[in-house]
């Protein structure tokens, strides 16, 4: 049965630096979407994204935050100066029909 | 503010029983509900979704769903020790052009008792 997958599974960085996570999708999706989730507290969406442009974003995804298919299978959702709060666990998911289906995420740790 | 409230638990019920896990939302536009299962330090994973009032089964899953008190909940018949986990509720929001926010509960631990 084919599954959204993300890498990495774990990523530490240091606080100011650039993280990029990275996705891919079910082949046959064509929406795609950022949540997160902090650590004891409930899953947060963060941006969808269809035909190659966001459809809507939360006030959570502000400048510091950027998403890209850069070829026809990856998604990407860039941090580009992580802060300590960014410490989260980021998943992705891609939407067939009514269904979100979410990948295992990416667990993020900034120092 | 679109507002997902579960009660967070824990919920303990013995092995065989019958779990009962309630949602309520705030936002009378929305249109379709979802569970999700969240194993610790694991993705969320569909169990089944809802959209029309009434009660909606799946196995040993059965969703029901009031719209006029903007309630919904999941039983789940026979608990087994394998079903313990945080069960979230998700509320589906239109978002453009056929893609649609979820907004989550926080989710409601359930711990089945052998």
């Known amino acids: 049965e084919p599954e959204v997958t993300q890498t990495p599974s774990h990523q530490v960085t240091q606080m100011g630096q650039e993280v990029i996570l990275r996705c891919v999708p079910i082949?046959?999706?064509?929406?795609f979407y950022w949540y997160r989730q902090i650590l004891g507290q409930k899953v947060e969406f963060l941006v969808s994204?269809?035909?190659?442009?966001?459809?809507?974003k939360s006030e959570i995804f502000d400048d510091q935050f950027s998403v890209e298919r850069p070829d026809g299978s990856n998604f990407t959702l860039k941090i580009r100066s992580t802060k300590l709060e960014d410490s989260a666990m980021y998943f992705c998911?891609?939407?067939?029909?009514?269904?979100?289906?979410f990948g295992p995420g990416t667990r993020l740790l900034v120092l | 503010q679109k507002e997902v409230e579960q009660n967070s638990g824990p919920l303990s019920v013995p092995e065989g029983a019958i779990a009962s896990l309630n949602c309520t939302y705030s936002?009378?536009?929305?249109?379709?509900f979802f569970w999700y299962r969240q194993y610790s330090g694991k993705s969320p994973e569909l169990i089944m979704f809802?959209?029309?009032?009434g009660d909606k089964e799946d196995g040993r899953f059965t969703a029901q769903l009031n719209k006029a008190s903007q309630y919904v909940s999941l039983l789940i018949r026979d608990s087994q020790p394998s079903d313990s986990a945080t069960y979230l509720c998700?509320?589906?929001?239109?978002?453009?052009?056929?893609?649609?926010?979820?907004?989550f509960g926080k989710g409601t631990k359930l711990s089945v008792i052998p």
């Open positions: 998911a891609s939407q067939f029909q009514e269904t979100q289906y």
């Open positions: 082949s046959n999706h064509l929406y």
């Open positions: 994204f269809y035909n190659n442009e966001i459809s809507e």
């Open positions: 936002d009378r536009g929305s249109q379709s």
């Open positions: 809802i959209y029309s009032n």
């Open positions: 998700a509320v589906r929001t239109p978002s453009g052009a056929g893609s649609y926010q979820l907004t």
